[in-house]
Antibody, heavy 122, light 109 residues
Framework: QVQLVQSGAEVKKPGASVKVSCKAS????????INWVRQATGQGLEWMGW????????GYAQKFQGRVTMTRNTSISTAYMELSSLRSEDTAVYYC???????????????WGQGTLVTVSS | QSVLTQPPSASGTPGQRVTISCSGS????????VNWYQQLPGTAPKLLIY???QRPSGVPDRFSGSKSGTSASLAISGLQSEDEADYYC??????????FGGGTKLTVL
């Protein structure tokens, strides 16, 4: 079965960077884009961007342009999301997620990692 | 300040039918399909409905979705206590990137 297993919780100081990993299993890693979505405590879901694990191509939400970098290591089926210049407002649970493909077309974000809590505090 | 607009809360009693609305614009719901997610406390979102009204395998048929114009709705019939959760709508925007609603907290009274 499809599984996305993320790295553990992080505590960072303002101005620092954080790198979250997402290890995929149960499918061919290079066949599906990986999306990153975050959720601040008590808040809604916010899409950050996508990465194509096959090509390495990325697309970032305008809000995060210049601060986020999404990469991958295909040999270990793992995607990474690095966010720099952290501020308190970046405190959130960060999710990696994969699409649900129906008859060859991606219909929705269908599979989610368990989430990684990133706390930014001085 | 979510792109899609949902009521912050909804409630119902066991066995009742409840609906949750989601309002967008011509650049998202109006031109693309809508998905719905259920999020239980402390867990990741779970896909409930895709392509406006399709259920992934394993999702009970008590959950149904519909779309009209720039709005969509999620209906839950035969409400159960385990349905108490946050519900999010989502749609693709014109760049085919996902946008989300702010979420609706469903309370089963």
């Amino acid at each position: 079965q499809v599984q996305l297993v993320q790295s553990g919780a992080e505590v960072k100081k303002p101005g620092a960077s954080v790198k979250v990993s997402c290890k995929a299993s149960g499918y061919t890693f290079t066949s599906y884009d990986i999306n990153w979505v975050r959720q601040a405590t008590g808040q809604g879901l916010e899409w950050m961007g996508w990465m194509n694990p096959n090509s390495g191509n990325t697309g970032y939400a305008q809000k995060f342009q210049g601060r986020v970098t999404m990469t991958r290591n295909t040999s270990i089926s793992t995607a990474y999301m690095e966010l720099s210049s952290l501020r308190s407002e970046d405190t959130a649970v960060y999710y990696c997620a994969r699409g649900l493909r129906v008859r060859g077309v991606i219909k929705a974000i269908g599979y989610w990692g368990q989430g990684t809590l990133v706390t930014v505090s001085s | 300040q979510s792109v899609l607009t949902q009521p912050p809360s909804a409630s119902g009693t066991p066995g009742q039918r409840v609906t949750i609305s989601c309002s967008g614009s011509s650049s998202n719901i109006g031109s693309n399909t809508v998905n719905w997610y259920q999020q239980l406390p402390g867990t990741a979102p779970k896909l409930l409905i895709y392509s406006n009204n399709q259920r992934p395998s394993g999702v009970p048929d008590r959950f149904s979705g519909s779309k009209s114009g720039t709005s969509a709705s999620l209906a839950i019939s035969g409400l159960q206590s385990e349905d108490e959760a946050d519900y999010y709508c989502a749609a693709w925007d014109d760049s085919l990137n996902p946008v989300f609603g702010g979420g609706t907290k469903l309370t089963v009274l």
